[in-house]
């Protein structure tokens, strides 16, 4: 019988956290990114993230984006300097071919920094991939 249960695998979709510039605060911040590299758009993306570490958790963060479009990416959320000193999970839900996808992606703690950012392509910034 579990044979016969088909488990998607999640591919060519990333969450990244980039390091850009706020015009609003006038300041370099950490924001997380859903990124969409396939031929077709994923859709009903749900992504959970949360922060923790052995003493510490912070509020589970929920955001819904209805569409990401095939080669493209969109803005999930404002990653706060404190919070990246704990581990960064980002649980990623969506759907696909008439299929539901899900993967689960983390940062962690001490990797996201200046010093690890590569160029981010589709985005066109520099920034980090989660594992």
Known sequence: MKKDIEIPIAKDVYIALVYEWNEEFLSKDWNAYIINNRKSPIEMALIVSKGYDDQIKTSTMRHAI??????????????QEEV??????????????????????????????????????LIEKDGIFAK
């Open 66 to 79: 209805g569409v990401v479009a095939a080669k493209s990416f969109e803005k999930v959320e404002m990653v």
């Open 84 to 121: 990246l000193r704990l581990n960064n999970e980002f649980f990623v839900t969506y759907y696909a071919d008439n299929k539901l996808y899900e993967k689960r992606f983390l940062f962690e703690k001490g990797t996201v920094n200046e010093q690890y950012l590569i160029h981010i392509p």
